[in-house]
C-alpha cells in the first residue's frame, strides 16, 4: 500500500528527511502499479478510474512538498505521466463500487465540491514546477502570460462561484491567492538570479519580498 496520509503526517510533524525517502518510495509502488498512465487506457470502471487518478494526484502533491519544504529534487517529471486530475464532484455523488456504470459517472462541476482544493493545489504545483525551469528573460515574459491566464482559468473555474460566507471556502479561496503571490516572488527571484533585470525591477523585487516579510510577521 502507498500509504500517502502517513507521509503526509510526517511533513506536517517535521520530519521531512523521512517522508522525502518515503516519498520516493511510493512513487516507485505507483509506477509498478501502473498508476502513472491514466486509467482511461484500461477497461476500469468510472468509480476505480477515479479513485486511481486520486491516488496519483496525491503522489504527485507530496514530490512537491519535499521540493516546497525541503529543497529536494522531483522525482516526477511532466513527460512521464499522463494521469489527469480528479473530477471536480462531491464524494457522495459517486457510486463507491467497481460495478459502477459510465453513464452514472458525475459531471465536472464548476465552483466548490469536496474536491476543489485538491484540485486548486495542483493546480499550484504545476505553476511552481513550470517555472523552476525558468532561467532567462524570455521565460520569464512568456511565464507572466501564462500566470496570467491561468489566474484567470482558477478565478473563472472555481473562486467566483466560492460562498465567502462559508469560512471554509474563504480560507481556500485565500489560500490559493496568497500561492499565486508566492509562486510570483519565486519566479522574480529566478529572474533576478539568471535572468537580464533593470535596475527598477530589482528594486520592485526588493520591494515585494520587505511586504511579504512584514505580512509574514503580522500574523
Not at 3 to 12: G, K, N, S, V
Request: with cysteine; hydrophobic share 40%.
Amino acid at each position: 500500500m502507498l500509504r500517502p496520509h502517513a507521509q503526509t503526517f510526517l511533513y506536517e510533524r517535521g520530519s521531512y528527511e523521512e517522508a522525502t525517502a518515503l516519498v520516493g518510495l511510493a512513487i516507485r509502488i505507483a509506477q509498478r502499479l501502473g498508476l502513472q498512465r491514466d486509467p482511461v487506457h484500461f477497461t476500469f470502471s468510472p468509480w476505480i478510474v477515479e479513485m486511481r487518478r486520486r491516488m496519483w494526484n496525491h503522489v504527485f502533491y507530496l514530490d512537491s512538498r519535499g521540493l516546497d519544504i525541503q529543497g529536494a529534487e522531483l522525482g516526477l517529471a511532466a513527460f512521464t505521466y499522463d494521469t489527469k486530475p480528479p473530477k471536480n464532484a462531491n464524494n457522495t455523488e459517486w457510486d463507491g463500487t467497481r460495478f459502477m456504470r459510465k453513464s452514472a459517472e458525475p459531471v465536472w462541476r464548476i465552483g466548490f465540491t469536496d474536491m476543489t482544493f485538491v484540485l486548486l493545489r495542483r493546480e499550484m504545483t504545476c505553476i511552481l514546477q513550470r517555472i523552476l525551469r525558468m532561467t532567462d528573460s524570455q521565460k520569464y515574459d512568456q511565464y507572466q502570460k501564462a500566470m496570467m491566464k491561468k489566474r484567470e482559468e482558477v478565478e473563472l473555474r472555481y473562486l467566483r462561484h466560492f460562498d465567502l460566507n462559508q469560512p471554509f471556502q474563504r480560507m481556500i479561496a485565500g489560500l490559493t491567492r496568497m500561492s499565486f503571490s508566492q509562486i510570483d516572488l519565486v519566479a522574480r527571484q529566478l529572474y533576478v538570479k539568471y535572468g537580464k533585470p533593470s535596475n527598477d525591477f530589482k528594486l520592485r523585487y526588493v520591494g515585494l519580498i520587505t511586504t511579504h516579510v512584514h505580512a509574514d510577521s503580522s500574523i
